[in-house]
């Protein structure tokens, strides 16, 4: 039997999940029942409503919830066996007995509440199970490198905002298998993320070639496809390429693997953010770690825009300058080439994707429909196939 007093007493003196105490489904919760306890009937029903409504906005079931908030929290237990350091036994006897306070105060029954509210009126109900916290969250302690903690166990996509790494709420859902042909190419890009994934040497990666040809989408569906193996995905745009050293030193001692990608690719021929980029590719001490990689795309082989103006310039050793400036995309352990489809290919991505949109068109006419489309956007590539057969998907319906 559950001694309310005392489990509300045990919550304010949590060390290592310390920080539930102040997420507001649980600061509500507690909030309810101290007032339950010392009488205050009229606040209690308030202070009810107020849990009920940040319960609602997440789960109807308390247990579920606060489970969720247990395995999910970054704290210093969570810390130390990420970085594969010893707890000790005075913590690991501080954390068994907050896995047990908190699995006994989330299945309280809402029934025993409402009792001592005395309430003629409707209160809500939620829900609770048994669930055993100490057994789940060794489990998931043993799976750290593959579900992580705080922020990145509940998230697989990120960019930097104002310095700090931050969660996209809602990704781009691409995933492999809604991509069609290149297979070659993305076997190599592939094959380099699962050795990551597998703790093996991984090489930073350049997918070069034409507009539309699936690079972008390729580093994305495979940050969609191997997630739930442990890999996590940090979007950069060029201008922040100076986070990096930063980046790592956050994320360096984290038990996941991490690809930091960098869409759209170049340099001018005095850019600041040359120099960021060439550090961490040439192995720079503040810019390495084993457990992240760099993927770039790029419309450009060289990387960088050169124009004729720089060669006639004034430098004494003015070819050592450009043949570091154009040397850029050869420091990339990998570099893969998407090329732009040709009549053949385009219409098989076509074909493919009319079957996934289950288009009723008949094949000819398709065809000949998609060859115009493409003419009149200018060329062939599967981002004008994709295109092409969802305007025919929303013309159908």
């Given at each position: 039997?559950?001694?309310?007093k005392?489990?509300?007493?045990?919550?304010?003196?949590?060390?290592?999940?310390?920080?539930?105490?102040f997420?507001?489904v649980?600061?509500?919760?507690?909030?309810?029942?101290?007032?339950?306890?010392?009488?205050?009937?009229?606040?209690?029903?308030?202070?009810?409503s107020?849990?009920?409504?940040?319960?609602?906005?997440?789960?109807?079931?308390?247990?579920?919830?606060?489970?969720?908030?247990?395995?999910?929290?970054?704290?210093?237990?969570t810390?130390?066996?990420?970085e594969?350091?010893?707890?000790?036994?005075?913590?690991?006897?501080?954390?068994?007995?907050?896995?047990?306070?908190?699995?006994?105060?989330?299945?309280?029954?809402?029934?025993?509440?409402?009792?001592?509210?005395?309430?003629?009126?409707?209160l809500?109900?939620?829900?609770?199970?048994?669930?055993?916290f100490?057994?789940?969250?060794?489990?998931?302690?043993?799976?750290?490198?593959?579900?992580?903690?705080?922020?990145?166990?509940?998230?697989?996509?990120?960019?930097?905002?104002?310095?700090?790494?931050?969660?996209?709420?809602?990704?781009?859902?691409?995933?492999?298998?809604?991509?069609?042909?290149?297979?070659?190419?993305?076997?190599?890009?592939?094959?380099?993320?699962?050795?990551?994934?597998?703790?093996?040497?991984?090489?930073?990666?350049?997918?070069?070639?034409?507009?539309?040809?699936?690079?972008?989408?390729?580093?994305?569906?495979?940050?969609?496809?191997?997630?739930?193996?442990?890999?996590?995905?940090?979007?950069?745009?060029?201008?922040?390429?100076?986070e990096i050293?930063?980046?790592?030193?956050?994320i360096?001692?984290?038990?996941?693997?991490?690809?930091?990608?960098?869409?759209?690719?170049?340099f001018?021929?005095?850019?600041?953010?040359?120099?960021?980029?060439?550090?961490?590719?040439?192995?720079?001490?503040?810019?390495?770690?084993?457990?992240?990689?760099?993927?770039?795309?790029?419309?450009?082989?060289h990387?960088?825009?050169?124009?004729?103006?720089?060669?006639?310039?004034?430098?004494?050793?003015?070819?050592?300058?450009?043949?570091?400036?154009?040397?850029?995309?050869?420091?990339?352990?990998?570099?893969?080439?998407?090329?732009?489809?040709?009549?053949?290919?385009?219409?098989?991505?076509?074909?493919?994707?009319?079957?996934?949109?289950?288009?009723?068109?008949?094949?000819?006419?398709?065809?000949?429909?998609?060859?115009a489309?493409?003419?009149?956007?200018?060329?062939?590539?599967?981002?004008?196939?994709?295109?092409?057969?969802?305007?025919?998907?929303?013309?159908?319906?």
């Amino acid at each position: 039997m559950y001694d309310i007093k005392l489990l509300l007493e045990q919550t304010k003196t949590l060390i290592i999940f310390r920080n539930l105490r102040f997420e507001p489904v649980f600061r509500t919760y507690t909030d309810a029942l101290e007032k339950i306890m010392i009488g205050d009937r009229i606040n209690a029903v308030e202070a009810y409503s107020d849990f009920i409504f940040e319960l609602f906005s997440h789960s109807d079931n308390l247990t579920e919830y606060i489970l969720k908030l247990v395995l999910e929290d970054e704290n210093l237990y969570t810390l130390k066996k990420g970085e594969n350091k010893p707890t000790g036994t005075l913590l690991d006897e501080c954390l068994a007995n907050e896995l047990e306070v908190l699995q006994e105060i989330s299945q309280i029954p809402c029934e025993d509440i409402i009792s001592k509210l005395d309430f003629k009126g409707f209160l809500p109900h939620y829900n609770i199970y048994q669930a055993d916290f100490s057994k789940i969250y060794a489990d998931r302690i043993h799976s750290i490198s593959e579900f992580g903690y705080g922020i990145y166990s509940q998230y697989h996509v990120f960019v930097i905002k104002e310095g700090k790494i931050t969660p996209v709420e809602y990704p781009d859902s691409i995933r492999l298998c809604e991509l069609h042909n290149y297979e070659t190419e993305r076997s190599q890009v592939i094959a380099n993320t699962m050795a990551l994934i597998n703790g093996k040497p991984a090489n930073n990666v350049l997918l070069y070639g034409d507009c539309g040809t699936g690079k972008s989408s390729t580093v994305k569906a495979i940050a969609n496809e191997y997630y739930t193996k442990g890999l996590r995905l940090i979007e950069l745009k060029k201008k922040q390429l100076h986070e990096i050293p930063a980046i790592v030193e956050t994320i360096s001692k984290n038990p996941l693997k991490f690809i930091i990608f960098i869409d759209d690719l170049s340099f001018t021929e005095d850019d600041d953010d040359f120099a960021a980029l060439k550090a961490i590719l040439e192995g720079s001490v503040s810019s390495t770690a084993s457990n992240l990689v760099i993927y770039a795309t790029s419309n450009r082989r060289h990387l960088v825009r050169e124009t004729f103006s720089a060669r006639q310039g004034d430098e004494i050793h003015f070819k050592d300058t450009m043949q570091e400036l154009l040397s850029l995309s050869n420091r990339f352990g990998l570099t893969v080439t998407f090329q732009k489809p040709d009549k053949k290919v385009y219409l098989d991505v076509v074909e493919k994707l009319a079957k996934q949109y289950e288009l009723t068109v008949p094949t000819d006419e398709l065809m000949l429909k998609a060859e115009a489309y493409a003419l009149s956007r200018g060329g062939r590539s599967p981002r004008v196939a994709k295109q092409f057969v969802e305007y025919m998907a929303g013309c159908e319906q």
